[in-house]
């Protein structure tokens, strides 16, 4: 199976299931070369379940997954690796090795991937530092940055083999808003320096807004709308307009059922 | 009220299935990762420097620990052997009686202990919270194999390093037992080395080295396997599974080895 030339991610009629639990109800999604891609939607809406799906972490119930011309879901582990040495992840954490410094987590793929002197790869490593603003770190514990600084760290590590395709996970989570813009800025900088496709899962708006080139929405486990910022705001959908204007959900509430959810438990 | 009693006992014999096949798949898992670990072996390099480096925490560090305990364990099984030697008139025996216990049996078993005390639990709960925080999938995502790189360096370092804190254990144990019977009580010298070496033969030593080797490997997978499963295993997430997931590491790791053990003992006496 291969993705059109257009686009390095096409994902079809994606199902999944977390035992019983369906999570994910028949994704079509496809990512153009190049653009930053942001996937947004509410707490247990799907995001971070397509986005582990992409990742190769979670095997689907059903659909195809095609990144790079690379059928994920079928892919022998040997293609997979390949394909994963193309890809940069950083997670919302960082999943920094507490072990290691900075510096050592950060050069960790070119050591196993490259055959590149240990001088050099030095130097690619503060290079990368630069880029992140934490020139001098690279000799301190993870637990000795702050949450900002893990996410620049993991970011770097995500870019140091010059991927063409990097996935961040939450960028602005938990940041203050200094740092949320700073890192705005950033993955803007390396899709334009670096020609990066990016794909950045976020509930941020005001970030959402800022990076993306076209917005995915996903509700429930089904895309609710895909489409440039402007196209997201003019939404008449009322789950778009309620989560851009921040209005609680209307949920209608049927007396008997609650009743009945409150005394047994079940629904 | 029979209905009662009958729901209660159907529950029972339901929850009953459930354990019996948690331990079932707990097995098949513990295989499995075993046989993954180990299968990197001729898939990737050989993971030199990372071996060292877990050669330097699983083994080096445990040295003063394995020291301390088998000088006192020597010195105590002498002083109980003293006591019921002298009963019989046998105390020229209390050499071969401290050495044969502490090589065949007490030096692995205690070495194990000790390691699975201070390195199996920290272990444990080291790849747990890796899990727990996402670097396993970081690791997937890097392209680094997470077997080869984590696993197995540990693993080997293990099988390396038990046996080897065994043989220091038992000469730490035989000093000890030295002490107390020869310095303190006054056991002839002579005849507490010279009936040591008489009575020892190569099958002993042999028996410490498979067990205390077997025991590496049982440990540490068991260790390791307990932590790197801790999403599928353990039903609390977070700090409350890591600590469930190392208390039941010490304890299954425990139990294997005394298991291994007997099997060990069975077979080659």
Redesign the interface.
């Known amino acids: 199976m291969t993705s059109s030339n257009k686009n390095i991610i096409e994902v079809n009629n994606l199902v999944t299931h977390y035992g019983d639990r369906q999570i994910l109800n028949g994704i079509d999604f496809s990512v153009e070369k190049g653009e930053i891609r942001v996937i947004m939607g509410g707490s247990g809406s799907g995001k971070s379940t397509l986005l582990n799906h992409m990742l190769a972490l979670l095997t689907p119930t059903s659909g195809s997954i095609v990144i790079d011309n690379v059928d994920v879901v079928n892919a022998n582990r040997k293609t997979l690796l390949k394909l994963r040495q193309k890809m940069g992840v950083a997670f919302q954490g960082g999943a920094l090795f507490s072990s290691m410094t900075v510096g050592e987590n950060i050069k960790l793929p070119l050591q196993h991937h490259t055959k590149l002197d240990e001088h050099t790869i030095d130097i690619m490593t503060r290079l990368k530092l630069e880029l992140m603003n934490l020139a001098g770190f690279e000799d301190l514990m993870p637990s000795e940055l702050s949450g900002g600084m893990l996410k620049r760290a993991g970011l770097a590590r995500a870019v140091i083999m010059d991927p063409k395709l990097l996935f961040f996970d939450e960028p602005s989570a938990g940041l203050d808003p200094v740092t949320a813009v700073e890192l705005d800025e950033l993955i803007l900088k390396l899709r334009d320096a670096m020609n990066m496709t990016i794909i950045v899962v976020t509930h941020e708006l005001e970030s959402a807004f800022k990076i993306a080139d076209r917005i995915t929405v996903l509700f429930d486990g089904e895309i609710a709308i895909t489409g440039t910022v402007d196209e997201i705001k003019n939404s008449k959908d009322v789950r778009i307009q309620n989560m851009i204007n921040r209005r609680a959900r209307d949920e209608h509430l049927d007396a008997d059922e609650y009743i009945k959810r409150l005394t047994t438990g079940k629904n | 009220m029979l209905t009662v009693f009958m729901t209660k006992a159907k529950a029972k014999i339901e929850h009953l299935g459930d354990s019996g096949v948690d331990i079932v798949e707990s097995s098949g898992r513990l295989g499995v990762f075993l046989f993954n670990t180990l299968s990197r072996l001729w898939m990737y390099r050989f993971p030199l420097e990372e071996t060292i480096k877990q050669l330097l925490f699983i083994g080096a560090r445990t040295v003063p620990l394995i020291l301390i305990s088998g000088l006192f364990t020597g010195m105590v099984i002498a002083l109980q052997f003293y006591d019921t030697l002298i009963r019989f008139g046998s105390v020229d025996l209390l050499g071969a009686a401290v050495a044969m216990s502490l090589i065949r049996e007490l030096g692995p078993v205690m070495a194990a202990l000790m390691v699975i005390a201070r390195v199996g639990s920290a272990t444990c709960a080291?790849i747990g919270?890796?899990r727990n925080?996402?670097?396993f999938?970081?690791l997937?995502?890097?392209?680094?194999d997470s077997y080869h790189?984590v696993m197995l360096p540990r693993l080997l370092a293990a099988i390396v390093s038990v046996p080897l804190l065994t043989a220091m254990f038992d000469t730490f144990g035989i000093g000890g037992g030295y002490i107390v019977g020869v310095l303190i009580h006054g056991v002839s010298d002579g005849a507490f080395l010279v009936g040591m070496a008489d009575t020892i033969v190569w099958n002993d030593v042999w028996m410490g080295i498979v067990k205390s080797f077997l025991f590496g490997l049982v440990i540490m997978s068991v260790c390791l396997s307990k932590g790197f499963y801790l999403h599928i295993e353990q039903k609390q997430s977070g700090a409350v599974g890591v600590s469930q997931a190392t208390t039941q590491a010490v304890v299954l790791s425990a139990v294997l080895m005394l298991f291994v053990d007997y099997i060990v003992s069975s077979l080659m006496l």
Not at chain 2, 140 to 144: G, S, V, Y
């Open positions: 080291e919270i890796m925080e996402q670097q999938d970081a997937d995502c890097m392209a680094i790189y």
